[in-house]
């Protein structure tokens, strides 16, 4: 089976391609000088010309970050996800960002905690252990504030159990992780704290071959909170009490 992973969810974004259980190509960008929108598409068109991959036959499935994240970058990706399996006539799995993260840090020895900053000391976060290559929410994704989240954490690994963090959330607010748990809490190494879109598709593949695919018709990024402008909006309009 060959799928297509991409992500969009953070300013790291990248395209995979998976061949079976092989990585064949991977592109990783973790730059804000350029948006998904520039480059998505011409890294996907790169990757798949120096693998040799005709889209006429020679893709199965598209893999696609859900989100939590970037509300533009989701969109991008998402929307992309499905013009690709419309137009080529394939299935598309929706992977939810942290799920892929936890897949990402393939331990199953320890609670994994993914977490993505969400800024004002507030995080998407959730908590996973892995069960094979399953990760199996122990917290599903949510958004919370940084301590509520790490009150949440202590909660779940027991006595000396290890935590691995992993994602920009856990980079932000290390110190603040140490402080909390001490040599319990665990970072994947450095090329794999950030979600690679290798994850999404391996992940996304795995799906599919589940039969857990989506309609591309209804399927829409997972974003967990009102955009900024909704936000205001709705402040500027809010009746008064």
């Given at each position: 089976?060959?799928?297509?992973?991409?992500?969009?969810s953070?300013a790291?974004?990248?395209?995979?391609?998976?061949?079976?259980?092989?990585?064949?190509?991977?592109y990783?960008?973790?730059?804000?000088?350029?948006?998904?929108?520039e480059r998505?598409?011409?890294?996907?068109?790169?990757?798949?010309l120096?693998?040799?991959?005709?889209?006429?036959?020679?893709?199965?499935?598209?893999?696609?970050?859900?989100?939590?994240?970037?509300?533009?970058?989701?969109?991008?990706?998402?929307?992309t996800a499905?013009a690709?399996?419309?137009?080529?006539?394939?299935?598309?799995?929706?992977?939810?960002?942290?799920?892929?993260?936890?897949?990402?840090?393939?331990?199953?020895?320890?609670?994994?905690c993914?977490?993505?900053d969400?800024?004002?000391?507030?995080?998407f976060?959730?908590?996973?252990?892995?069960?094979?290559?399953?990760?199996?929410?122990?917290?599903?994704?949510?958004?919370?504030?940084?301590?509520?989240?790490?009150?949440?954490?202590?909660?779940?690994?027991?006595?000396?159990?290890?935590?691995?963090?992993?994602?920009?959330?856990?980079?932000?607010?290390?110190?603040?992780v140490?402080?909390?748990?001490?040599?319990?809490?665990?970072?994947?190494?450095?090329?794999l704290?950030?979600?690679?879109?290798?994850?999404?598709?391996?992940?996304?593949?795995?799906?599919?071959?589940?039969?857990r695919?989506?309609?591309?018709?209804?399927?829409v990024?997972?974003?967990?909170?009102?955009?900024?402008?909704?936000?205001?909006?709705?402040?500027?309009?809010?009746?008064p009490?």
């Open positions: 089976m060959r799928v297509i992973g991409l992500d969009t953070t790291t974004g990248g395209v995979a391609l998976l061949e079976g259980d092989r990585l064949v190509g991977e990783t960008l973790n730059l804000q000088r350029t948006t998904h929108a998505l598409m011409p890294a996907l068109e790169r990757v798949m120096d693998a040799g991959w005709d889209p006429a036959g020679g893709v199965d499935g598209i893999a696609v970050a859900l989100g939590p994240g970037s509300f533009t970058g989701l969109r991008i990706g998402v929307v499905k690709l399996s419309y137009a080529w006539g394939v299935p598309v799995a929706g992977v939810p960002t942290l799920e892929a993260m936890a897949y990402q840090a393939g331990d199953a020895g320890a609670v994994i993914p977490a993505i969400a800024r004002h000391e507030h995080v976060c959730a908590a996973y252990r892995l069960e094979g290559d399953n990760p199996v929410p122990l917290v599903g994704a949510q958004l919370r504030a940084l301590q509520e989240w790490l009150d949440e954490v202590e909660n779940l690994a027991t006595g000396h159990e290890r935590i691995i963090f992993i994602g920009d959330g856990a980079d932000v607010h290390w110190e603040t140490l402080q909390r748990f001490g040599p319990r809490a665990q970072r994947p190494p450095v090329g704290r950030t979600l690679r879109s290798g994850a999404v598709a391996a992940l996304g593949a795995l799906r599919l071959r589940q039969g695919r989506d309609d591309p018709a209804s399927l990024p997972l974003y967990l909170r009102e955009s900024e402008a909704e936000r205001k909006w709705a402040a500027k309009h809010r009746s009490s």
